[in-house]
C-alpha cells in the first residue's frame, strides 16, 4: 500500500520516498520503460477524470502513474534501485492547472445539480480540453448564469474541504457521487456550493481556481457537453481569443468592438461583387456567342475558370445561333476536361457515348443535354470530335 501524499497536502511539489521495487516492462511501441514502486508518493494516479501526473524520480522521467489495488506504480524512462531513497518532483504547473480544472469543474457540476437537479454523467480532465456532461438540457442564458454563480464561489475564496466520513454519517449526507464506491468515500466539500465523492487532489481555497469559463456547449445524448476552461487555460483562451480579434481587426481597420460589424460589411461587398461578376460574365458569354457564325452543324469550344451554371449557360447562347450541336469543354484545374454538350435538334446521347468511349470521359443527361468530365488533352478531344461529327448523320 503506497502512502498517498498528494491526500495530506495537495499542493506539495517535492518529496522523498524508497524504492520498494523497480521492475522493466516494454510499452506497446516496444520502448523499454520501467515499473517503479515507492513507499510513499505525491503523484497523483490516473483516476476520477483526471489524468496522471508526471514530473521526475531523481533524473528518470515519470510519464505516466497507475493505481491497482491500493499500489501506485510510476512508468519511468530509467531504471532506479530499489532500497534507495529517491526525490522526486511532480510537473508542478500541469498539477495546479488540473486542479483549478477540477475544483472549478466540482462548482459548476455542484450549482446545476442544486439548481436545476441535473448530474454530471461525464467527466473529462484532458492536458487541454476540460469538458463536462449533464443528463438534462440547458439553455445558452442557464449556463451563463451559472457560470456568473461560480465565479463567485471563487472570488469568495472559500476553502476546499476534504473528510472521510463513517458509514453511518454517509448515511446522512446529501452527496453527489457518479458511482457506488466499496470501503472509504473521499468526500470534497465546497460549503454552500458541492458535497461529491472524489478521489481527487483539489485546491485548497476556491480564489486558487481564477476565472472559470464555459467556452462550449453542444447537445449530447439527450443531455448537454459543456467545455470549459479554468484559470491559467481560461487565461491562454482570453490570449488566443485576443490574439484573433486583434489580427481581425487590423485586417479589416475597424475597431476591436466592432469587429462583427466589418464582418458583416464585407459579406455584403462580396455578394454584390459576385452578382456583378455574374452580370459580365453573362455578357462575355453573349458577345462571344454572338461571335460565332450562325448555322453551323457543329461547334466545339475549349474555356477555362467557367463553372456549371455559366457553362449552361453558354452553351444556350450558342445554341441560340441556330447552331446544332454545341460541345463545350471547360478545363479543370488538374487538367481534365468537364463538359457540356447540348441540341435543340438532336438527340446529343449517342455523341456523349462515343466521346466518352473514345476520351476517358464520363457523364449522361437528357436528350437535349448531358454533362460529364473527360480525362484527355484539347487535342485528342478535338481529333475525337472532328472523327464523330464527320461520321454522324453517315
Ligand atoms: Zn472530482
Known amino acids: 500500500m503506497t502512502e498517498k501524499l498528494f491526500y495530506q497536502d495537495s499542493h506539495m511539489k517535492e518529496f522523498d520516498a524508497e524504492v520498494l521495487s523497480c521492475e522493466a516492462f516494454q510499452d506497446k511501441n516496444g520502448r523499454e520503460l520501467y515499473r517503479v514502486v515507492l513507499d510513499r508518493t505525491a503523484f497523483f494516479p490516473e483516476g476520477g477524470g483526471q489524468t496522471a501526473d508526471t514530473g521526475y524520480l531523481e533524473t528518470a522521467r515519470v510519464l505516466d502513474v497507475q493505481e491497482q489495488e491500493e499500489r501506485i ?4 524512462d530509467s531504471a532506479l534501485q530499489p532500497g534507495k531513497t529517491v526525490h522526486g518532483r511532480i510537473d508542478w504547473k500541469e498539477r495546479f492547472s488540473k486542479m483549478q480544472q477540477h475544483t472549478g469543474e466540482h462548482i459548476l457540476s455542484g450549482l446545476v445539480h ?7 454523467v461525464g467527466f473529462h480532465l484532458g492536458n487541454e480540453n476540460v469538458t463536462l456532461d449533464f443528463n438534462g438540457v440547458l439553455t445558452r442564458e442557464q449556463m451563463r448564469e451559472i457560470e456568473s454563480l461560480a465565479n463567485e464561489a471563487a472570488a469568495r475564496n472559500l476553502e476546499v474541504q ?3 466520513p463513517s458509514k453511518e454519517e454517509l448515511c446522512r449526507i446529501d452527496y453527489r457521487s457518479k458511482i457506488e464506491i466499496e470501503g472509504q468515500v473521499r468526500l470534497v466539500t465546497i460549503p454552500g456550493y458541492d458535497v461529491c465523492a472524489c478521489c481527487a487532489p483539489h485546491v485548497k481555497q476556491t480564489g486558487e481556481i481564477g476565472l472559470i469559463k464555459l467556452i462550449g456547449m ?3 445524448k439527450g443531455g448537454v457537453r459543456i467545455t470549459i476552461r479554468c484559470g491559467d487555460r481560461a487565461l491562454a483562451d482570453y490570449n488566443a481569443k485576443e490574439a484573433s480579434v486583434k489580427a481581425v481587426s487590423h485586417m479589416l481597420s475597424a475597431r476591436e468592438d466592432q ?6 460589411h464585407l459579406q455584403e ?3 454584390r461583387l459576385n452578382g456583378e461578376k455574374e452580370r459580365l460574365m453573362s455578357q462575355i458569354l453573349r458577345q462571344k456567342a454572338e461571335q460565332l457564325s450562325e448555322g453551323e452543324e457543329y461547334v466545339w469550344l475549349f474555356e477555362e475558370n467557367l463553372d456549371g451554371n455559366q457553362m449552361r449557360e453558354y452553351v444556350n447562347l450558342v445554341l441560340e445561333r441556330k447552331i446544332g450541336v454545341c460541345a463545350l469543354f471547360n478545363r479543370t484545374e488538374t487538367g481534365s476536361y468537364r463538359y457540356v454538350i447540348a441540341s435543340h435538334k438532336k438527340d446529343v446521347r449517342p455523341f456523349a457515348k462515343q466521346l466518352n468511349a473514345a476520351c476517358s470521359g464520363k457523364g449522361g443527361g437528357k436528350p437535349e443535354m448531358v454533362q460529364g468530365q473527360a480525362a484527355a488533352s484539347q487535342e485528342e478531344i478535338s481529333r475525337c470530335l472532328k472523327k464523330i461529327s464527320r461520321h454522324d448523320g453517315e
Open 73 to 76: 506504480y510510476h512508468m519511468t
Open 114 to 120: 442544486r439548481i436545476y437537479g441535473y448530474d454530471n
Open 162 to 164: 476534504v473528510n472521510y
Open 218 to 220: 453542444q447537445n449530447y
Open 259 to 264: 469587429i462583427v460589424e466589418a464582418v458583416h
Open 269 to 271: 461587398e462580396i455578394f
